[in-house]
C-alpha cells in the first residue's frame, strides 16, 4: 500500500493503545514499520507550528505492507476516533484508504 508521510502521522496517531497479547504485538510491529527513523527524519526536516500542526518536507508516498489483520485495527481505531467525536479533516484520507463508513450510532 502506497503511504505519504500524513497517512503514516495518521494511521500511527489512530491506532488504539491497548488490546490483547496479538493485538498489540501487531500494533508493535506495525509501528516500528511506519516510524519515521533519524535519517528519513532529517530528510522531511518536520517542524511543529506555533499555532499547532506539523510541516515536512514533500517526499514520495512509500510502499507498506498492510496486513488484514493490520488494516482491521487501524480500521477499529478510527471507530474509537468516530465514537469519541475526536475525528478531524485529517483523518479522511485514511478513512477513504481503509474504506471506513462510520458506524450506526
Same mark, same amino acid.
Given at each position: 500500500m502506497l503511504l505519504g508521510v500524513a497517512h503514516r502521522l495518521a494511521i500511527l496517531n489512530a491506532l488504539p493503545r491497548e488490546g490483547d497479547l496479538l493485538t498489540i504485538r501487531l500494533l508493535h510491529d506495525l509501528k516500528m514499520r511506519l516510524a519515521f527513523g533519524a535519517e528519513?527524519? &532529517? !530528510?522531511?526536516?518536520?517542524?511543529?507550528?506555533?499555532?499547532?500542526?506539523?510541516?515536512?518536507?514533500?517526499q514520495p508516498e512509500r510502499e507498506f505492507e498492510i496486513g488484514k489483520k493490520e488494516a482491521d485495527i487501524?480500521?477499529?481505531?478510527?471507530? &474509537? !476516533?468516530?465514537r469519541g467525536h475526536k475525528l478531524t479533516e485529517d483523518y479522511l484520507p485514511l478513512v477513504e484508504l481503509f474504506g471506513y463508513e462510520g458506524e450506526d450510532k
Amino acid at each position: 500500500m502506497l503511504l505519504g508521510v500524513a497517512h503514516r502521522l495518521a494511521i500511527l496517531n489512530a491506532l488504539p493503545r491497548e488490546g490483547d497479547l496479538l493485538t498489540i504485538r501487531l500494533l508493535h510491529d506495525l509501528k516500528m514499520r511506519l516510524a519515521f527513523g533519524a535519517e528519513e527524519s &532529517e !530528510l522531511l526536516d518536520f517542524k511543529v507550528n506555533p499555532g499547532g500542526g506539523v510541516q515536512w518536507k514533500d517526499q514520495p508516498e512509500r510502499e507498506f505492507e498492510i496486513g488484514k489483520k493490520e488494516a482491521d485495527i487501524i480500521r477499529k481505531g478510527i471507530a &474509537e !476516533l468516530d465514537r469519541g467525536h475526536k475525528l478531524t479533516e485529517d483523518y479522511l484520507p485514511l478513512v477513504e484508504l481503509f474504506g471506513y463508513e462510520g458506524e450506526d450510532k
